[in-house]
């Protein structure tokens, strides 16, 4: 989740951008860098790492001027590194762009560029935009930038200067946020209102679609065709940290409402009608065609994301798989031989459980690949392949939009895996695609039904013990849903498959009990209401998470939260997410620390 800064008016440009990208620090990245207007030029200065680098760079050549933007990068393309960390340039440095999100097509227009002599100084395909609107330029840079956007499929955020135009900052927004600043004969422009509240509270949020102008006197907004717009900016009463949480109360509910852009960008780049293009990846399709058997090691949030892989693998690929807790791994002698495919997964990367298991596993000559949310972490290092999940950074220590991203990156790896293996038509590629483009449109709707899970929330506050219980992928999901209540209400939950309730569990349920249900799967869907009968009969009272065309739940359970339908094989992401919404709720009435709950940690790093 990158940072974005500009600025053009009267004062040094240069200190004004580095201080508005530490205000968005919180967002995560391992790359800063800025680029002023210096006399006819263009000044660019960079480092790998903390703006604290930048910073020192900053110190021995600090670049004079009064228009400029600056970012700070979240790894996606190419690893942390000055050379490919923004702001870049094309071939005569002059035009600088910085840019949010993900190019999707970004391989195909750079081998055109490279075709007609352009070379590349980074591997982003950021630096592909810098060339297009340089290649359109013709004396008007809204029009060049216009025609580099009709050319750029993705979800993202740009802009751009040139030294041509020394007072002027063009800039689109596709799905990424920016925000104007208003001033006195000055403007600004961030990805975040956090950086702007030192300078201004008037401000404009630019929508997706959307293109604006920038200069000293102010801004022109209209629709990337040209179409004007007419907008009038708002005061913003937010103190930083309210900004910083994007107005919402606590972190978490953020990171809740984050998510359906955090899967549209995860799977962005990665997917394309039938075909999956994990560049992450190294393994070759003759390893994918020999592979006999699948490792999944984590903890916590990441094991709950492990399960729902376990099943994609054996459902879809009928590779056995195993899921085992990293902490039990390192000492259960496991039978990983050289030839296993082992899949680390880590939210932060320094989990020190999954990377000594992590480390365990190559030894035994397993290929080692990791999923993780943070570039250049420790676990990123040990592993053969990376493939990250582009979530951005958490806050919140109880995960939500970090374990969504590492399920919908197994979806991915499943694919990937079965289109080297030949085991998947293009028909079933075609559909599953299909089903994971669903996802981001699925998690909205369930998110606007906040107030009734909200309500839904106010049955349990007062509870003492409450079981959550499945069959199948839905068994994974309560996994889930019973840790999140438990990280951040301090409710004992319990979770389990249904149909384990009989074998003991049972003599628990009495009168009032709460028991949560999740219905998705039809091949288990009667079963799992037997399980319902059975704890109904106890006096249990039941909250079901079902499809939104289920008409059978009502009949047998006394809460219904709905969710959009989805093939099965996907109800995973969206079952998660109601899940999530009632923890919240629960703990916010308990009048909790939501985003710092008692005695945990964001980042495990002790065995």
Same mark, same amino acid.
């Given at each position: 989740?990158?940072?974005?800064?500009?600025?053009?008016?009267?004062?040094?440009?240069?200190?004004?951008?580095?201080?508005?990208?530490?205000?968005?620090?919180?967002?995560?990245?391992?790359?800063?860098?800025?680029?002023?207007?210096?006399?006819?030029?263009?000044?660019?200065?960079?480092?790998?790492? $903390?703006?604290?680098?930048?910073?020192?760079?900053?110190?021995?050549?600090?670049?004079?001027?009064?228009?400029?933007?600056?970012?700070?990068?979240?790894?996606?393309?190419?690893?942390?590194?000055?050379?490919?960390?923004?702001?870049?340039?094309?071939?005569?440095?002059?035009?600088?762009?910085?840019?949010?999100?993900?190019?999707?097509?970004?391989?195909?227009?750079?081998?055109?560029?490279?075709?007609?002599?352009?070379?590349?100084?980074?591997?982003?395909?950021?630096?592909?935009?810098?060339?297009?609107?340089?290649?359109?330029?013709?004396?008007?840079?809204?029009?060049?930038?216009?025609?580099?956007?009709?050319?750029?499929?993705?979800?993202?955020?740009?802009?751009?200067?040139?030294?041509?135009?020394?007072?002027?900052?063009?800039?689109?927004?596709?799905?990424?946020?920016?925000?104007?600043?208003?001033?006195?004969?000055?403007?600004?422009?961030?990805?975040?209102?956090?950086?702007?509240?030192?300078?201004?509270?008037?401000?404009?949020?630019?929508?997706?679609?959307?293109?604006?102008?920038?200069?000293?006197?102010?801004?022109?907004?209209?629709?990337?065709?040209?179409?004007?717009?007419?907008?009038?900016?708002?005061?913003?009463?937010?103190?930083?940290?309210?900004?910083?949480?994007?107005?919402?109360?606590?972190?978490?509910?953020?990171?809740?409402?984050?998510?359906?852009?955090?899967?549209?960008?995860?799977?962005?780049?990665?997917?394309?009608?039938?075909?999956?293009?994990?560049?992450?990846?190294?393994?070759?399709?003759?390893?994918?065609?020999?592979?006999?058997?699948?490792?999944?090691?984590?903890?916590?949030?990441?094991?709950?994301?492990?399960?729902?892989?376990?099943?994609?693998?054996?459902?879809?690929?009928?590779?056995?798989?195993?899921?085992?807790?990293?902490?039990?791994?390192?000492?259960?002698?496991?039978?990983?031989?050289?030839?296993?495919?082992?899949?680390?997964?880590?939210?932060?990367?320094?989990?020190?459980?999954?990377?000594?298991?992590?480390?365990?596993? $190559?030894?035994?000559?397993?290929?080692?690949?990791?999923?993780?949310?943070?570039?250049?972490?420790?676990?990123?290092?040990?592993?053969?392949?990376?493939?990250?999940?582009?979530?951005?950074?958490?806050?919140?220590?109880?995960?939500?939009?970090?374990?969504?991203?590492?399920?919908?990156?197994?979806?991915?790896?499943?694919?990937?895996?079965?289109?080297?293996?030949?085991?998947?038509?293009?028909?079933?590629?075609?559909?599953?695609?299909?089903?994971?483009?669903?996802?981001?449109?699925?998690?909205?709707?369930?998110?606007?039904?906040?107030?009734?899970?909200?309500?839904?929330?106010?049955?349990?506050?007062?509870?003492?013990?409450?079981?959550?219980?499945?069959?199948?992928?839905?068994?994974?999901?309560?996994?889930?849903?019973?840790?999140?209540?438990?990280?951040?209400? !301090?409710?004992?939950?319990?979770?389990?498959?249904?149909?384990?309730?009989?074998?003991?569990?049972?003599?628990?349920?009495?009168?009032?009990?709460?028991?949560?249900?999740?219905?998705?799967?039809?091949?288990?869907?009667?079963?799992?209401?037997?399980?319902?009968?059975?704890?109904?009969?106890?006096?249990? !009272?039941?909250?079901?998470?079902?499809?939104?065309?289920?008409?059978?739940?009502?009949?047998?359970?006394?809460?219904?939260?709905?969710?959009?339908?989805?093939?099965?094989?996907?109800?995973?992401?969206?079952?998660?997410?109601?899940?999530?919404?009632?923890?919240?709720?629960?703990?916010?009435?308990?009048?909790?620390?939501?985003?710092?709950?008692?005695?945990?940690?964001?980042?495990?790093?002790?065995?």
């Amino acid at each position: 989740m990158c940072g974005i800064m500009g600025y053009v008016g009267p004062q040094q440009a240069a200190p004004i951008v580095l201080e508005g990208l530490r205000r968005l620090e919180y967002r995560g990245y391992d790359s800063a860098g800025l680029a002023i207007i210096e006399g006819n030029g263009i000044t660019v200065r960079k480092a790998a790492g $903390k703006i604290a680098n930048l910073d020192a760079v900053l110190s021995n050549a600090n670049p004079e001027g009064t228009l400029g933007i600056g970012h700070t990068r979240w790894a996606t393309h190419g690893p942390p590194t000055d050379s490919n960390a923004h702001p870049h340039t094309n071939m005569q440095a002059t035009f600088a762009v910085v840019h949010n999100g993900i190019i999707e097509n970004f391989a195909d227009l750079k081998a055109e560029l490279e075709e007609s002599g352009v070379e590349f100084v980074s591997q982003t395909d950021t630096e592909v935009l810098a060339h297009l609107v340089g290649q359109y330029y013709d004396g008007d840079l809204r029009e060049a930038v216009r025609k580099a956007v009709d050319r750029a499929v993705g979800a993202y955020a740009l802009v751009v200067m040139t030294s041509h135009e020394p007072d002027h900052i063009v800039a689109v927004r596709m799905i990424s946020p920016l925000v104007v600043g208003f001033g006195e004969g000055e403007m600004f422009l961030a990805s975040g209102v956090p950086a702007l509240l030192e300078h201004t509270r008037s401000m404009m949020v630019i929508e997706d679609g959307e293109m604006v102008s920038l200069t000293a006197d102010g801004a022109v907004v209209t629709t990337i065709g040209g179409e004007p717009i007419d907008r009038s900016p708002v005061d913003v009463e937010w103190d930083v940290e309210a900004a910083e949480k994007g107005g919402f109360d606590h972190f978490m509910l953020k990171e809740i409402h984050e998510q359906p852009e955090v899967v549209a960008e995860t799977l962005m780049g990665r997917i394309d009608g039938d075909h999956v293009d994990l560049n992450e990846v190294g393994y070759t399709d003759e390893f994918a065609i020999d592979l006999r058997k699948i490792w999944i090691t984590a903890c916590g949030t990441a094991y709950h994301a492990g399960l729902v892989g376990k099943q994609l693998f054996e459902g879809l690929l009928r590779i056995p798989t195993e899921v085992v807790y990293a902490h039990e791994l390192r000492y259960s002698d496991p039978l990983i031989e050289p030839g296993d495919l082992v899949i680390a997964i880590s939210q932060s990367g320094e989990t020190v459980d999954t990377l000594v298991a992590a480390r365990l596993a $190559k030894q035994l000559g397993g290929r080692l690949v990791a999923i993780t949310n943070v570039p250049g972490s420790a676990l990123s290092h040990e592993a053969d392949d990376t493939i990250y999940t582009r979530a951005g950074i958490e806050i919140s220590v109880a995960s939500t939009k970090a374990y969504v991203a590492m399920v919908v990156v197994q979806y991915l790896l499943a694919m990937d895996l079965g289109q080297r293996r030949k085991t998947l038509s293009a028909e079933d590629q075609r559909r599953l695609g299909s089903g994971l483009a669903q996802l981001p449109g699925a998690l909205e709707t369930i998110i606007g039904h906040d107030d009734a899970i909200a309500r839904v929330a106010e049955t349990l506050v007062d509870a003492q013990d409450i079981y959550f219980i499945g069959r199948g992928l839905d068994y994974a999901v309560v996994m889930e849903g019973s840790l999140k209540l438990k990280e951040i209400s !301090y409710i004992h939950s319990e979770a389990m498959p249904a149909g384990e309730l009989k074998h003991g569990t049972l003599a628990l349920v009495t009168e009032g009990t709460p028991v949560v249900v999740v219905l998705t799967q039809e091949a288990t869907y009667d079963k799992t209401i037997s399980a319902v009968q059975e704890v109904k009969a106890r006096g249990a !009272y039941v909250i079901g998470i079902g499809y939104e065309d289920d008409d059978q739940l009502d009949r047998y359970v006394d809460e219904v939260i709905r969710i959009p339908r989805v093939e099965d094989l996907y109800a995973p992401v969206p079952a998660a997410v109601p899940l999530q919404l009632l923890a919240y709720h629960v703990a916010r009435l308990r009048g909790l620390d939501i985003d710092q709950p008692r005695n945990l940690a964001k980042s495990v790093t002790v065995e």
